[in-house]
Nanobody, 126 residues
Framework: QVQLVESGGGLVQAGGSLRLSCVASGRTFSSYVMGWFRQAPGKEREFVAAIGQSGTRTHYADSVKGRFTISRDNAKNTVYLQMNRLKPEDTAVFYC???????????????????WGQGTQVTVSS
């Protein structure tokens, strides 16, 4: 059974930084694309970033490009999201996610991901 557990959220002032972590268990972590999504109150869940199996392929939403960095440590079964220059509009619950099958393409729609963590709250004050 695949389990994803996020951590690292919190309250930060605008312009600050946070690093989210997501630890995966239940299967061979290095074989699967990993993604980060977020959902703000009253809004749909949206793609933030994703990373390929080896960590060399990454993809970002335009809204976070240049501010956020996704990375992974396959030895630790962990994917990270380093968030810099945070803005109040980044306030949301952040989720990590992965797919059930081994695909090499990076996808950005939430319905293309099968397993989700419980989420971690990120609040950015102005």
């Amino acid at each position: 059974q695949v389990q994803l557990v996020e951590s690292g959220g919190g309250l930060v002032q605008a312009g600050g930084s946070l690093r989210l972590s997501c630890v995966a268990s239940g299967r061979t972590f290095s074989s699967y694309v990993m993604g980060w999504f977020r959902q703000a109150p009253g809004k749909e869940r949206e793609f933030v970033a994703a990373i390929g199996q080896s960590g060399t392929r990454t993809h970002y939403a335009d809204s976070v490009k240049g501010r956020f960095t996704i990375s992974r440590d396959n030895a630790k079964n962990t994917v990270y999201l380093q968030m810099n220059r945070l803005k109040p509009e980044d306030t949301a619950v952040f989720y990590c996610a992965t797919r059930a099958e081994v695909y090499y393409s990076i996808r950005t729609r939430p319905d293309e991901y099968d397993y989700w963590g419980q989420g971690t709250q990120v609040t950015v004050s102005s």
